[in-house]
């Protein structure tokens, strides 16, 4: 019997296979689960339900996994206008001759528009929440609350904008967090110790420490840009962000491919409040080199999330895409099939993800009093079946187009592949039309210069 | 005015964007192009069409690619039972702990089951042809013949089966070379030089000539069972081949990660008759250590083309997965972003697997007397937009639930994702079943012992 006690959820997942939790070499699936929302956070999760939910609307899930929604660490959202525009050439040509360039272009509008179809790109493929470092970021927060997804905006700054920049990226932060219904939280966001003076990562570390966020930067992209960095000043870029008391002040590190071994002890210190993103697609087309020393990471303790970067450099933004990736990457990095598990995979993308940028316990994962933020998986397809084991077809055989139903904050963005609250073709064809003026560099001019 | 002298065509397809050509950096895309089929053959294909075509069947296919059907140059269709059945081991133990001994329990209907399955999968992602290496060969012939796709089939053996193995590969080779109105070559397929003689191999290379087919064999896997082979013996296991006959009689090597400095001018000697496989998820899955080397092999003018290995290995049948991984590793491998570009990478996916085939010139390419093996692909998702660089949108972008239609021999075998030669309820509920028991190992036999 309906326990009448109880007020009605708002929404109700029934027979889905829920991913329960996923640490280190285990995942627990639970069959035939029910999962309640309410307000906007999971209410109520029952692996074995006796009776049928009282709830507003309920949605049958027969057949697929429920699964928290994916967490994209680092992204250039609006970054989409330049999908395909450089390919197949070399990081600083990638940006010296091509994107800094046409950006040059991108005005306020393009970051809106070019936010929307990121996000609707994310939806798509099943990511609920992502972390933007972009400009004229009140456009992107704008998109990101009239589609209803959840972000951790900064706006990106250079010390070559004079004092401007680092009082904009601040001034919004102050603005957008706990924004759209407290869906949007905000960071400070320096573009990276190369290009921003430590006076202003002080600044910028004091500002986040103050306003309870993060600071958000791009630090040891590459052994170079390490190494060049400590001939240059006897520091690692990670040694920097020490100095400045950004570390301290808590701080997402993108990409950290060049994060030494002698950095690893100091990210350690700081493992409660420092997270590393992680995005091997784009490192791979760019001839990287070492990739994110994600082991060593793990075993100080200093969460790794997945990122995709923007859509310039990765083309999309898909994280099963870079978790798929990651995961064999891994394994060939270390010389150890058995290394890297499907379930620490998942785990990588829940938990450790939602660490990165310091929401641990708050979203990644499917437990009571987390946000309602569910994809529906739909695992019966011929590319899937059979189904000797569930982690490892997410990993390795689910394609983005098997996500079915993507919620946030207990809020259905898509259902059976029906974007809910993005107008697809009106959007796409103004995009279009932009996308085709923001990419012609005939005007000479670029915003910064790219020297590692 | 439509001429109405010529005869109409069986099917046309309109206002498509035709992928024409794709060799070494530069690809060459045919907005607005109509394409004509007649008898299996693509009959006509015109860049600037001035009329409607005269055809039996139209298919619009505005805002898609048209492409070769994509090749999968060496799998082993039927182990879709064995899917997730053994993850996250190392690739001995996943032979003798899983694999060999659960294909104990494997039947000639389950290899029409399992093959039918691995068909449905490449026909949703774009594959229209195959060359398969397992058992029960009749078996899977009848899959191909049933659902209208092309393959080339070798019916494996060992040489611990006895002369059996041996005669059947070469009565099986017989029987269905040019079967199924044509679609299904026909290979002779020893499993490796360490698990057949050499005299074993010398008479299928004989076999192999007499029929004017192929050799498809694993060689040279990794560098562990190279280095084995020159010391247990002096020679590589290309050297091998080439000692047997079988580089002579031609061959389709899986999948050479091992292959030496040493083996690539011999290699060149055949490069009109040998070619590589090369499936870099599996490989990264198992840290196989060294890839395939590709920029060695194509010096020397060897085919390499894409493959995707048995679904127990790769997870997916998924070529454009493949061909994306390729693209990353290779650039990675070479430290180089501006090597193996997306017009390669397209290359590599049409005339040079087609070549590996030794089918170059029938399958692989847009071109008037090929094979009509053509897929439709669409670009107009967010993921895919704005479409600066089709080719980098193909290699970096497409997911396989892009491919709307795929045409094999001129017939519509999936038309917008309804696959038409396969009932999908009744194939599943049959396979799941029979996927319970395969993976049964309380018998505690084995089909063999891998040592490599």
Known sequence: MPDESRPPADLAIVNCTALLAATGDRTTFAPGSTIEITNGRLSNIDPNPSESPRAREVIDARGMVAMPGLINTHCHAAMTFLRGA??????????????????????????????????????????TTF????????????????????????????????????????????????????????????????????????????????????????????????????????????????????????VIIAHGNGILGSDIPLLGQYRDRVGVTHGPKGYLKFAMGELTPIAALRAAGVPVGYCTDGAASNNTLDIFENMRITALTQKQIRDDATWFKSA??????????????????????????????????????????????????????????????????????MRDRQLLTINRDALLAEFRLRAREITDRSHGRSIQDYTS
Chains 1, 2 share one sequence.
């Open 131 to 250: 972390a933007d470092h972009y400009f004229f970021m009140d456009h992107a927060a704008q998109a990101v609350a009239d589609t209803g997804v959840r972000a951790n905006l900064g706006s990106a700054f250079f010390s070559s904008q004079g004092p401007e920049g680092l009082a904009e990226s601040i001034a919004f932060a102050e603005r957008w967090n706990g924004g759209a219904d407290g869906r949007i939280t905000t960071s400070i966001a320096p573009h990276a110790p190369y290009t921003v003076h430590d006076d202003d990562l002080r600044a910028a570390a004091k500002a986040a420490s103050a306003l309870g966020v993060r600071v958000h930067t791009h630090a040891s992209e590459d052994t170079a840009q390490a190494t060049l960095s400590l001939h240059a000043r006897g520091l690692t870029p990670i040694q920097v962000l020490q100095e400045t008391g950004v570390l301290d002040a808590g």
């Open 86 to 127: 450089a390919e197949d050439v070399a990081v600083s040509r990638w940006f010296n001759d091509y994107i800094w360039p046409m950006e040059v272009n991108v005005g306020e509008r393009d970051v809106y528009l070019g936010t929307l179809v990121a996000v609707a790109e994310m939806i798509e493929c099943g990511v």
């Open 344 to 413: 620490m995979a998942l785990e990588m993308a829940g938990p450790e993800s939602a660490a990165v940028l310091g929401m641990r316990g708050q979203i990644g994962e499917l437990t009571v009093g987390a946000c309602a933020d569910v994809i529906l998986v739909d695992v019966s397809g011929f590319h899937c079946q059979p189904v000797h084991d569930l982690a490892a077809a997410l990993v390795y055989s689910v394609q983005p187009s098997d996500v079915r139903t993507t919620i946030v904050d207990g809020r259905v963005l």
